[in-house]
């Protein structure tokens, strides 16, 4: 496709392109309301963090992951995009979160949550990532998204899941 070429874009033009895809994307949806199906990971390192990614195209934190690709499985898609993304490697899903539904801005997505806390991690550099970093549960940022923050509670049960992204 023409991933190559966006990463070889000046700083200040990958943000715009991808400001504009991120709007066609989106436009898309609401024209035609695809059904898809996404992965996520709370990602959990040994002092008990979350990690969590800040995209290019978007100013809030989110959960690391993806869409699931046809042909791929959900634990496929979640190694393909947490090596992407993030960098990490040889992990292990420790348990299934839950899966959401998302109708939100015309949307038919339908994301499963994974929970990995045994990994390696290798430094990454993804073109969509603007930052990636590890946040104790209490300093997670204003900025998060509003699904993000709902799983994050969840897994902290401090909120019971609601299936609704």
């Not at 190559?4 to 066609?24: E, G, Y």
Request: net charge positive; charged share 20%.
């Amino acid at each position: 496709m023409f991933t190559p070429c966006l990463a070889q874009l000046p700083q200040f033009m990958m943000k715009t392109v991808l400001t504009f895809l991120h709007f066609f994307r989106r436009f898309y949806w609401m024209v035609f309301t695809p059904t898809t199906v996404g992965v996520r990971a709370i990602i959990v390192n040994s002092q008990n963090q979350i990690l969590l990614v800040k995209h290019k195209y978007e100013a809030a934190w989110f959960l690391p992951g993806g869409k699931v690709e046809k042909g791929e499985t959900t634990a496929q898609a979640l190694e393909r995009e947490l090596r992407e993304e993030v960098g990490i490697l040889n992990f292990e899903i420790d348990a299934t979160l839950g899966v959401y539904s998302n109708f939100f801005e015309y949307k038919n997505d339908h994301i499963i949550v994974f929970i990995v806390k045994a990994f390696q991690l290798k430094t990454a550099s993804h073109f969509e990532i603007e930052q990636l970093r590890f946040f104790d549960f209490v300093s997670i940022p204003s900025t998060t998204s509003p699904g993000t923050k709902r799983r994050l509670d969840e897994f902290n049960h401090l909120r019971k899941p609601n299936y609704c992204w």
